[in-house]
Structures are given as C-alpha cells and as structure tokens.
C-alpha cells in the first residue's frame, strides 16, 4: 500500500484544506493505520453486464458511459469490524474515532482502485449513486443486480449500506477515464475546488 498516496486522502477527508499538516496528526494517522490493519477485511463483488441495465440510461450516467461496451457494477466492504471499533472509539475519545473513520473512508477507495486496476486496462473510475445529483436510491438497482449481501452488505430503508465503512458502484468497460477536475460532472458546484484542492489523490488535472 502506498502510504504517502494514502495520508493525502486522509487530509483530504479530514478537511485539511489549504491547512498544514502538523506532527502530532500524521502520528495519530499513523498509529490509527497501524490499527486499522488489524480489523480491515476488505472484501469485494461485482458483475460484468454486456447491456446497459435500465436504470443506467438516464443522466448522469448516460453520460458517463457514453463510449463504453460494458459496464461493472461492483460492491465493497472493510467489514463489520471498522464500523464497530469506530463507534467505540466516539463514546471515549472523539478525536481518534474521527480521524479513524478519515482513515477506514481513505483505505476503502484505496483498496477498491487497486482491486480495480486488475479488472481489465479500459476503465472508467467508480461512479456511485449519489454522485452527480444522481438519485442515491439506485443503490437499490445495484443490490437486487449484484447481491452484495453475500459479502456482508445490507442495505437499510435510507439506502445507507451496513457496514458503513461499504460502497457499490458502477464502473465502464470500453473507455479509459481518471478521476479529474476537467473530466468531472461536479465541476461548476465543487466545494473542494473553491477552497483550492481536490477531492481525489491523483495530481493530474
């Protein structure tokens, strides 16, 4: 795991944005990483479609598959775990529970980009629903598609999936895109932008 791509994800959710990175924090960082590694159960599922499902046609997808053959839908989990070493954690030091979650979120994208780089060379990055003023309730689709139940992930009335520390998405086949601000559908309403920064890893526009 490349840890120095990892910590400007952490800063990223910890919303230092435009603020100094100071030791004491990287040294919590690091330790609430070193926890982490021995509760983390990654865990991964996906199907390949060669059509589009049907609620894939609208916006923004439409969009965002324009130009692929296939498309991914996939799930992902850091297990029950996390979840429950998180909340611990906030009933008696509030501090490290939160910089613990910064950390699980980070790890969970991280651990699903690399998972992904082995899934084929043409890909889109990961779309989820609730992205791109898409309907977050088309997690649902997602689930009676893929089942990702059989990985331990539930998915309640809210469309909140158990664990939390969990994502599913959906991922063209066919044509290669990063995540970048040029590329990104958020771009005129990105609160990461007006404050100068990112929301991603990469450092490629």
Do not use: W
Request: aromatic share 10%; glycine share 10%.
């Amino acid at each position: 795991m490349d840890f120095s791509e990892l910590k400007k994800r952490i800063y990223s959710y910890l919303g230092f944005h435009g603020v100094a990175e100071s030791p004491e924090t990287d040294a919590l960082i690091d330790s609430c990483l070193s926890e982490l590694r021995g509760i983390i159960q990654f865990r991964y599922t996906y199907r390949i479609f060669d059509e589009l499902p049907g609620f894939l046609k609208k916006e923004p997808y439409a969009e965002f598959l324009s130009g692929c053959n296939r498309v991914i839908l996939s799930a992902m989990t850091l297990g029950a775990g996390v979840d429950i070493k998180i909340n611990r954690l906030s009933r008696t030091d509030v501090a490290r529970s939160a910089v613990l979650d910064s950390c699980a979120s980070a790890s969970l994208e991280y651990l699903s980009d690399e998972y992904e780089r082995g899934l084929g060379e043409k890909l889109t990055y990961r779309f989820c629903p609730g992205y791109g003023g898409s309907p977050l309730e088309d997690v649902r689709e997602i689930f009676e598609l893929i089942r990702p139940e059989k990985i331990g992930i539930t998915l309640n009335e809210n469309c909140f999936m158990l664990p939390a520390k969990s994502m599913a998405g959906v991922i063209g086949v066919g044509k290669e895109t990063k995540k970048s601000c040029g590329q990104c559908i958020m771009l005129g309403s990105c609160r990461f932008r007006e404050e100068g920064t990112r929301c991603y890893g990469s450092e490629r526009e």
